[in-house]
């Protein structure tokens, strides 16, 4: 296969190499609008890449919807990194196009935490996830477009905690209501670097997130069912259980560890994401997501919390 590229630095070449890696795309051109990338097979007519099998618009978040528009002309199939698009309009051209080869990389969608959520949905009281490093605090931040209330309205949110979001209102549908609370702390740019929602679902089940650019190194999740915990600190995954676990005066104690696996989350469910896709492309399938309401209902919540904000 031949890959296009729009974008060619920093996470497009991690989805580069995944894609390589993969052992199914052989070729792979990029596409800059104004300058001839030294080092690369690199074009500057985007028509350019429509001999590709597929393209990846790995460019800016609010580039995504003049991409989009320009390869209505293309008839092979588009991988788009999160977030699909930040405005009103742009969005509106998706949900009216519906493009059944255009695939989001919403990758939490292909993980284990989607398997795992679903199977203890019936028993999930609260999800807690809190995840941030201190990307804001570096001086190079500031010439960054993340750094960039224009560009990258609801910062962090928008930047990294989109995909456990996009995951839960996938699984769960359009929550019943939700609190967000926000700062600005870097000296470096004026986009939002630390980002608290809490949401209640129709399922009765309530999540609480914190994401932030201005803090020491920290992931983790914590799944609480009725039944078990599960923990996860970045780098392992725990189940622990039973909840009927005692002292020997029967009063209740922290339960023991059922299993635990050593794994990834976020490398292996974005693994799983460009498997899928590259399966889809190469039975020349379709994307079933695209067909399903709740597609872009992340993205249009997204939205929704931008206004509320404003």
Not at 55 to 83: A, M, N
Not at 218 to 226: G, V
Not at 283 to 308: H, P
Request: with cysteine; hydrophobic share 35%; glycine share 6%.
């Amino acid at each position: 296969m031949k890959a296009g590229f729009i974008g060619y630095h920093n996470f497009a070449e991690k989805l580069k190499n995944l894609f390589k890696s993969s052992g199914m795309v052989e070729q792979f051109q990029f596409f800059h609008p104004q300058k001839i990338v030294e080092g690369l097979p690199c074009v500057t007519r985007l028509e350019e890449l429509f001999d590709s099998d597929f393209i990846v618009i790995s460019s800016p978040d609010w580039t995504h919807g003049e991409y989009l528009r320009k390869l209505q002309s293309y008839h092979g199939y588009i991988f788009c990194e999160k977030i699909p698009v930040i405005t009103r309009e742009d969005l509106a051209f998706l949900k009216k196009t519906n493009n059944p080869f255009l695939y989001f990389d919403f990758n939490y969608r292909k993980s284990l935490l989607y398997d795992l959520i679903k199977e203890h949905e019936d028993k999930i009281l609260y999800i807690h996830h809190q995840m941030g490093h201190g990307l804001a605090l570096k001086q190079e931040y500031g010439t960054n477009w993340r750094s960039n209330a224009n560009r990258a309205p609801l910062g962090v949110f928008q930047l990294s905690g989109i995909h456990f979001f996009d995951l839960l209102v996938f699984l769960f549908g359009k929550p019943k209501s939700y609190y967000v609370t926000t700062k600005n702390t870097s000296p470096f740019g004026d986009s939002i670097d630390n980002f608290t929602i809490t949401l209640e679902f129709q399922n009765g089940i309530t999540a609480n997130f914190f994401f932030s650019y201005t803090m020491p190194y920290k992931f983790d999740i914590e799944i609480i069912t009725t039944e078990h915990l599960i923990e996860y600190d970045g780098q392992e995954l725990l189940l622990k259980g039973p909840r009927e676990t005692y002292k020997s005066s029967g009063l209740f104690i922290h339960p023991p560890v059922i299993s635990r696996k050593k794994i990834d989350l976020y490398t292996e469910s974005l693994h799983n994401s460009i498997s899928y896709f590259l399966s889809v492309v190469k039975s020349k399938g379709r994307f079933t997501e695209s067909q399903l309401d709740n597609n872009l209902l992340s993205n249009e919540l997204f939205l929704d919390i931008l206004d509320d904000l404003k």
